[in-house]
């Protein structure tokens, strides 16, 4: 195989991961380019030998990369998990729930996106009590109060 053609699959492999959300297929098309770039210093490279490094290199890059690198790559972040990032955050009751009608609390700093809220509350409270966020109900906070 000459050169160009390892480039050609290269970059065939690489175009065939934006239609895949593996990231699988884009070592392999990494491990063509740089045979390509071998068969390109040494074009009397056996195809044996050709077949070979791109095979180790595919697999060497592919180990590498689910092995080592993706897993320093986790988002730890709580977006998208707006239970967690709820949970546990303390407030002040602005006004305490009454018969029907649900208490207001604030906090410091928003949570998702707000800094008051509405809530219930399972045990009674006063307005400047502290409350904790023990759960959320659509629009609701569950709070308690802690001693």
């Not at 884009?26 to 390109?40: E, H």
């Amino acid at each position: 195989m000459l050169y160009w053609h390892w480039l050609a699959l290269g970059m065939a492999l690489l175009m065939a991961e934006l239609f895949m959300a593996s990231f699988f297929v884009f070592w392999f098309g990494l491990g063509a380019l740089l045979v390509g770039a071998v068969v390109w210093l040494d074009p009397n490279l056996d195809p044996a030998l050709q077949l070979l490094g791109w095979s180790v290199s595919s697999g060497l890059m592919t180990l590498l990369w689910f092995r080592y690198l993706r897993p320093l790559m986790k988002d730890r972040t709580q977006a998208g998990n707006a239970r967690a990032a709820v949970i546990g955050e303390a407030g002040r009751v602005l006004r305490p729930p009454h018969g029907d009608k649900r208490g207001r609390v604030r906090f410091t700093t928003p949570l998702l996106g707000d800094d008051e809220w509405e809530f219930i509350c399972d045990g009674p409270v006063a307005t400047g009590d502290r409350v904790y966020v023990k759960d959320f109900s659509g629009n609701t906070l569950i709070v308690e109060k802690r001693d």
